[in-house]
């Protein structure tokens, strides 16, 4: 009898690959090339970035959405993988519902200017529809999830007051934006028309944004077993990697471009991030071992 293909390049049979073992591998791939996940990724994507702001790639390659969407994804894996083992039906409710809400107002955002202020994509951030990409959940969840965790952490026992949690997250994911968008319309991703106060960003924007927060922050607080995230929070040293990554990318962007209110919270971030015991990426590469 042949030998089964699975077992002859060490896979499981099609019945043992079961969501265990699935999340297992996951831990593992993200564990063992870190490194490779929270610097090399967004180090090399702020210098893909800003060399195709400045037209120093071809056009094939220059803001790629392609090469953005995948490198998005990559900088996720260590999020999602703490994440995964939480999702039951209730988490997943959660993001379903949340997921509608994002789509939505996006696209009430792009056709109407509310909540956020007139804009319009300039970049494609993977496949769009109606001028909304389609990807979406992607770049917004990870946003208001790393900011959670964080909180949770530096919160400590004030975490458990639902008066303390959730407005203290929602100022966080308010200050990530603060970050994101600055970098973001300055390498054209996306512009505001008129401009704006902030770095080219109207204050619209944000009063947006604390809505929109407000929305995904609750949704994350009500489908997600705070004991059990803290427990694997405790338990998994890679899980807020991605913000790891948020720094580093978006710090180096902003610092090019010259917007320093962004670079210097893009540092608390980081600072918050060693005071927690999470900037603790190796040092060296894999592949330098």
């Known amino acids: 009898m042949p030998p089964d293909p699975a077992d002859a390049v060490g896979l499981p049979a099609p019945e043992r690959m079961d969501r265990d073992w699935l999340e297992a591998?996951?831990?593992?791939?993200?564990?063992?090339?870190?490194?490779?996940?929270?610097?090399?990724?967004?180090?090399?994507?702020?210098?893909?970035?800003?060399a195709s702001a400045l037209d120093l790639l071809p056009p094939a390659l220059a803001f790629n959405p392609w090469?953005?969407?995948?490198?998005?994804?990559?900088?996720?894996?260590?999020?999602?993988?703490?994440?995964?083992?939480?999702?039951?039906?209730?988490?997943?409710?959660?993001l379903l519902a949340l997921a509608a809400y994002a789509?939505?107002?996006?696209?009430?955002?792009?056709?109407?200017?509310?909540p956020y202020g007139h804009f319009e994509y300039g970049?494609?951030?993977?496949?769009?529809?109606?001028?909304?990409?389609?990807?979406l959940p992607v770049f917004f969840f990870p946003l208001v999830l790393n900011s959670y965790l964080l909180c949770l952490l530096l919160l400590g026992d004030?975490?458990?007051?639902?008066?303390?949690?959730l407005p203290v997250v929602v100022a966080t994911v308010v200050a990530v934006d603060l970050v994101l968008d600055p970098g973001a319309v300055a390498l054209g991703f996306w512009t505001?028309?008129?401009?704006?106060?902030?770095?080219?960003?109207?204050?619209?924007?944000?009063?947006?944004?604390?809505?929109?927060?407000?929305?995904?922050?609750?949704?994350?607080?009500?489908?997600?077993?705070?004991?059990?995230?803290?427990?694997?929070?405790d338990s998994c040293e890679f899980m807020l990697d991605d913000m790891v990554s948020f720094v580093i990318l978006w710090g180096?962007?902003?610092?090019?471009?010259?917007?320093?209110?962004?670079?210097?919270?893009?540092?608390?971030?980081?600072?918050?991030?060693?005071?927690?015991?999470?900037?603790?990426?190796?040092?060296?590469p894999r592949w330098l071992e």
Do not use: C, H
Not at 35 to 48: K, M, R
Not at 69 to 87: D, S, W
Not at 103 to 114: F, M, N, P, R
């Open 192 to 233: 505001y028309d008129g401009g704006g106060a902030f770095y080219d960003v109207p204050w619209s924007n944000y009063r947006g944004w604390v809505l929109s927060a407000a929305v995904a922050v609750a949704a994350f607080d009500w489908g997600l077993d705070r004991e059990a995230l803290l427990a694997r929070l």
């Open 252 to 284: 180096a962007i902003n610092a090019a471009f010259g917007n320093w209110i962004p670079v210097g919270l893009a540092a608390l971030f980081g600072a918050g991030l060693v005071v927690t015991d999470r900037f603790d990426v190796p040092t060296r």
């Open 25 to 50: 591998r996951l831990d593992r791939l993200v564990s063992e090339n870190r490194f490779t996940i929270a610097v090399v990724f967004p180090v090399t994507g702020a210098a893909l970035l800003l």
């Open 158 to 165: 004030l975490a458990r007051s639902p008066w303390v949690r």
């Open 67 to 94: 090469l953005v969407l995948v490198g998005v994804v990559v900088m996720r894996l260590p999020l999602v993988a703490g994440v995964a083992p939480l999702i039951d039906r209730k988490a997943t409710l959660a």
């Open 123 to 135: 970049v494609a951030l993977g496949p769009m529809l109606g001028g909304v990409p389609l990807a």
């Open 103 to 114: 789509y939505g107002i996006e696209y009430v955002g792009i056709t109407t200017g509310q």
